[in-house]
């Protein structure tokens, strides 16, 4: 597949990102020949258009070849692969990254001028290049807005070799590529016209957004969402003693919330995890409020034993939830369990508990066998929801609910796998939990 430029590409790369129209979408271009791409996409599906500011780490001697990249907030991404084959000293790559900190910078106030970043938080953030060649941009990109509290990222690009899943599939909920060929040697070979893009270029296709979004009567960081949900506050950062642990989280309660779901991550993901956040953010805009902690710590995590260890997680998740009952916020408030993966194990585990008082439980693609002999002592209605192209895991949970003894059901998301990549999949999870919790949550007895 050939494009005749980069307007060309943005178009036709625009047309496979239709599901994303009306999303809560954020365009982040990437600098400079991703922003004219982003711009046709931005314009495309009526979304904000920003830039992702990433600086390519090139080898002294052969600039054009990365191995690595900087970005905002602090992100850094090396090749190590790169750099040993280069034979790049400790002081050359030092020195090239002070050089490209400065320019960084310098980019940031040229393009925004005085405008603010375009917010992310709880956002779909599409990132878009003009491809992809080793992966070390896109993957910088990628880890600088879910730093920014994007809810869901998207990575979509008009080429990339044909190996760019392999290197970026975990970076990315979602990836989008027009063409990966398997005679891939550079970006460039795939367009008629790959001339440079000038600074003045990208500030046009930012100016140019911004005046779009304001005849609409839409500021550049404005959102779109239904008016029947509620004002999502910012929610605060907290620490709560587990056993001889300190866990690290973060508690939103919009007002007058009925209740609080407390998310119980699995394999080894933590509260930054991408598809919890992104349920929790639909929780929240509902008017429930959500605990996403970090089950294990940082040292616990490096052991996979931990990560199948039922019996520890639901320790963390009991002693959650009672730190999570001291709180002002949630005084009163019923609670309720958000399991994924292995953490669904815990949710129920822990939900068996006598005496737990948890109102309603939601497992999203998760294990509830490794609950074992625990789930007939679960009373709290319970969720199952499971992908239809995950057939093992269908399979487990359909088993598991025959021991349920308390109010179930079992959603099948039609065309999903383990992990709910496709387009609308987890939109679907969050509309299924979202109302599981709403129809269970009240609040619990003074």
Not at 276 to 299: I, K, Q, W
Request: with cysteine; aromatic share 4%.
């Amino acid at each position: 597949m050939f494009f005749a430029n980069r307007l060309d590409a943005g178009r036709r790369l625009a047309a496979r990102l239709g599901h994303l129209q009306g999303a809560e979408v954020v365009v982040l271009g990437l600098p400079r020949g991703g922003v004219p791409v982003a711009a046709e996409v931005a314009e495309a599906l009526d979304a904000p258009l920003d830039v992702c500011l990433v600086r390519k780490l090139g080898v002294p001697f052969r600039p054009e070849l990365g191995m690595g990249a900087l970005g905002e907030g602090g992100v850094r991404v090396i090749n190590d692969e790169v750099v040993h084959a280069a034979r790049v000293t400790r002081a050359e790559l030092a020195q090239v990254e002070a050089h490209e900190r400065t320019v960084l910078a310098e980019r940031a106030r040229q393009y925004r001028g005085d405008r603010e970043p375009v917010a992310l938080a709880g956002r779909t953030a599409l990132v878009v290049d003009d491809g992809v060649a080793t992966g070390s941009t896109a993957q910088a990109a990628c880890r600088i807005v879910r730093a920014r509290g994007a809810a869901r990222t998207v990575l979509a690009v008009p080429v990339a070799p044909a190996d760019w899943t392999d290197r970026l599939g975990a970076e990315a909920d979602e990836l989008v590529c027009l063409d990966t060929p398997q005679d891939f040697f550079a970006v460039g070979q795939f367009y008629e016209d790959f001339s440079q893009t000038e600074d003045g270029e990208v500030i046009a296709c930012l100016d140019r957004a911004a005046a779009r979004l304001r005849a609409s009567g839409r500021p550049a960081g404005s959102r779109r969402g239904r008016s029947s949900e509620a004002a999502v506050p910012a929610g605060r950062e907290v620490r709560m003693q587990a056993g001889a642990v300190v866990l690290r989280g973060r508690l939103t309660v919009p007002a007058g919330a009925p209740g609080v779901v407390v998310f119980a991550h699995g394999s080894g993901s933590s509260r930054h995890s991408p598809r919890n956040r992104f349920v929790a953010d639909g929780l929240n805009r509902a008017g429930l409020g959500s605990l996403l902690f970090d089950l294990l710590t940082e040292e616990e995590e490096t052991d996979r034993a931990n990560v199948f260890d039922t019996g520890l997680l639901a320790g963390r998740l009991a002693d959650a939830t009672a730190w999570l009952r001291e709180q002002p916020e949630a005084e009163g408030l019923a609670v309720g369990y958000f399991g994924a993966s292995t953490g669904a194990s815990a949710a129920l585990w822990a939900a068996a508990e006598p005496g737990a008082g948890i109102a309603a439980v939601v497992s999203r693609g998760g294990r509830p066998d490794l609950a074992g002999p625990r789930l007939p002592a679960v009373t709290a209605p319970t969720l199952l929801i499971v992908g239809g192209d995950d057939p093992m895991v269908l399979d487990l949970n359909r088993r598991a609910q025959a021991q349920l003894r308390c109010e179930n059901a079992l959603a099948v998301v039609t065309g999903a796998t383990h992990l709910f990549p496709e387009p609308g999949a987890l939109e679907e999870v969050t509309d299924l939990a979202r109302d599981w919790f709403t129809n269970h949550l009240a609040p619990a007895p003074s």
